[in-house]
T-cell receptor
Framework: GQNIDQPTEMTATEGAIVQINCTYQ??????LFWYQQHAGEAPTFLSY??LDGLEEKGRFSSFLSRSKGYSYLLLKELQMKDSASYLC??????????WGAGTKLIIKP | IAGITQAPTSQILAAGRRMTLRCTQD?????MYWYRQDLGLGLRLIHY???????GKGEVPDGYSVSRANTDDFPLTLASAVPSQTSVYFC????????????FGPGTRLTVL
């Protein structure tokens, strides 16, 4: 079956670094997406990885290891506005996204 | 540029009633999607359309129907609503049906009593 696993909730301190992990099992693989979703709002795109390695985009970076079925999202210099849910989604061989339940990130001052 | 709009924003509906959720995009994207989001679960695909005139079933299609008469609009219809269809519904679109980023509308919060 297809499955995406990520922690339900994490807490971090403003200004710190946090790593949100995601493991995936999909039928075929066409990449791994990360989205941010603030409470009551729509998901917004953060990153896409299809090759192994680290992709850096400002304060946010995303890593992929295809052999391990593993990805992480790294958030640096945390700000209060980063409090949100972070959704991991794997794209299968039919180009359909399989979504994790999301990781709620709580930032404390 | 509005991106993707959805209507209504929220709705309370009696069980057994028919309801159509509207979705319109102005990005000329070929592919469109309907998801539902329930607490503790990931987004689940209901129906999708790779291009105008074609539709396909996702993971949870039962009780829902869609049409894609043109590029911009992708309405979702609940023929006879049931309480288990209480959810937040998101419409999304992408340039193609391949490995393209999906962009989401603001969502419709539907409660079926």
């Amino acid at each position: 079956g297809q499955n995406i696993d990520q922690p339900t909730e994490m807490t971090a301190t403003e200004g710190a670094i946090v790593q949100i992990n995601c493991t995936y099992q999909t039928s075929g693989f066409n990449g791994l997406f990360w989205y941010q979703q603030h409470a009551g709002e729509a998901p917004t795109f953060l990153s896409y990885n299809v090759l192994d390695g680290l992709e850096e985009k400002g304060r946010f970076s995303s890593f992929l290891s295809r052999s391990k079925g593993y990805s992480y999202l790294l958030l640096k210099e945390l700000q209060m506005k980063d409090s949100a849910s972070y959704l991991c989604a794997g794209m299968d061989s039919n180009y359909q996204l399989i979504w994790g339940a999301g990781t709620k990130l709580i930032i404390k001052p | 540029i509005a991106g993707i709009t959805q209507a209504p924003t929220s709705q309370i509906l009696a069980a057994g009633r028919r309801m159509t959720l509207r979705c319109t995009q102005d990005m000329r994207h070929n592919a469109m999607y309907w998801y539902r989001q329930d607490l503790g679960l990931g987004l689940r695909l209901i129906h999708y359309s790779n291009t105008a005139g074609t539709t396909g079933k996702g993971e949870v299609p039962d009780g829902y129907s869609v049409s894609r008469a043109n590029t911009d609009d992708f309405p979702l219809t609940l023929a006879s609503a049931v309480p288990s269809q209480t959810s937040v519904y998101f419409c999304a679109s992408s340039d193609s049906e391949g490995a393209d980023t999906q962009y989401f509308g603001p969502g419709t919060r539907l409660t079926v009593l």
